[in-house]
């Protein structure tokens, strides 16, 4: 695995994200030169939670991509207070130059987060993935989607539902008879089958729901010629992590995630 190549891909994963599952108010802007590099950057300044999984004020780098310098990174944080946003997170992966942009983050006030790592995960040539559930686990379209949100409430995603219908994305449910209990989603794109968007209702967890959600987009993901199955998890999400796994998954990086408060 070329942790570099996957690390670029992942960020252009995240900038078409973006475009199809977030709101039109969250600004989006692609750099591609000095001083900023090829950075990728979304400004929310309504969206200004503490912790960074859902601050969507973000930039993206990978390492020092060409153009990126200090100044870039001093440019960066003008750009989020112009804009109000007194919190905002740098996601850092695999690059060049790694620990020359540590030190550029370091000198103008970002502190990395070290509470929970944030990997990023992936799997390619093994087995079929086998699972035991008592749910009906099957593939839905928006119609169904829009049925469950009432049912499923805060276990439905924002990605999920506006991702619905669109091309490149395939949902799944898990069914208690006709009560869906849990929702997960697969993304095409390049030639990487992402697993996105899962949740399980809290009542109807440790029912193999995740596991059998799993196994079926990367079966998905494969017949759709995706080679390679990527996810992303948090450490602290320790069932998320063990599912994952059990399917297959390896750690293919670690996301260093350092945060700029006002």
Not at 8 to 25: F, G, T, V
Not at 68 to 91: P, Y
Not at 150 to 157: F, S, V
Not at 196 to 218: C, F, H, P, V, W
Request: charged letters at 25%; a neutral charge; proline letters at 5%.
């Amino acid at each position: 695995m070329d942790q570099i190549a996957l690390a670029l891909q992942m960020k252009r994963l995240a900038a078409w994200l973006d475009a199809r599952c977030e709101p039109d108010n969250l600004a989006r802007r692609q750099f591609d030169g000095p001083p900023f590099g090829q950075c990728y950057v979304t400004i929310d300044a309504e969206r200004q939670r503490p912790f960074a999984s859902i601050n969507m004020n973000r930039v993206y780098l990978c390492g020092a991509e060409a153009g990126l310098t200090s100044d870039g990174i001093a440019r960066l944080i003008e750009m989020f207070a112009a804009e109000g946003v007194g919190r905002f997170f740098v996601w850092l992966s695999p690059g060049p130059e790694m620990d020359t942009v540590r030190g550029w983050l370091g000198a103008h006030g970002l502190s990395r987060i070290r509470r929970t790592g944030y990997p990023t995960l992936w799997r390619s040539g093994r087995p079929p993935v086998a699972f035991s559930t008592d749910l009906d686990v099957r593939e839905v379209g928006i119609d169904e989607i829009v049925a469950a949100r009432d049912q499923l409430g805060e276990t439905m995603w924002p990605g999920y539902l506006r991702s619905a219908g669109k091309q490149g994305f395939f949902h799944y449910m898990a069914f208690d008879g006709p009560r869906p209990v849990a929702i997960a989603a697969l993304c095409l794109f390049e030639e990487i089958g992402y697993l996105m968007a899962a949740a399980t209702a809290e009542s109807d967890r440790k029912r193999g729901a995740q596991q059998a959600l799993i196994a079926k987009r990367i079966a998905r993901a494969e017949q759709s010629g995706c080679s390679i199955q990527v996810s992303e998890t948090l450490y602290m999400i320790e069932h998320s992590l063990r599912n994952l796994q059990r399917a297959g998954f390896e750690e293919a990086y670690e996301k260093e995630v350092y945060a700029w408060s006002a």
